[in-house]
């Protein structure tokens, strides 16, 4: 298995599990929708989840930056990861 299949599925399991945390839904059930909006979430619940990936991973997540869906969370956390390192 390459190292970016690792890293995002790493990132994937640890913002899995803060969604799930925050909203109650259950881990499979975010994977096979992974559209956020359709899972009912409101501002509340999504400002939560913003804050807790940001605490998990040390990052900053700015309010243009779009998270609708699971991978918009792993895509972000992932490009910043990238430029942390570099």
């Known amino acids: 298995m ?6 995002t ?6 913002v899995v599990t803060i969604i799930s945390s ?7 059930r975010l994977l096979q929708v992974r559209d956020l909006t ?3 979430l409101d501002i509340v619940d999504v400002v939560d989840v ?3 990936v940001e605490k ?3 990052l900053t997540i700015p ?11 792993v895509n972000y956390v992932y ?3 990238i430029k942390q390192a570099s």
């Open 63 to 73: 309010d243009e930056v779009p998270v609708y869906t699971l991978d918009d969370f």
């Open 22 to 28: 925050v909203t109650k839904v259950h881990p499979n």
């Open 56 to 58: 998990a991973f040390h």
């Open 2 to 7: 390459n190292t970016v299949q690792t890293t």
């Open 38 to 40: 359709e899972l009912g």
């Open 9 to 14: 599925q790493a990132i994937q399991n640890e």
């Open 79 to 81: 490009t910043q990861s």
């Open 50 to 52: 913003i804050l807790k």
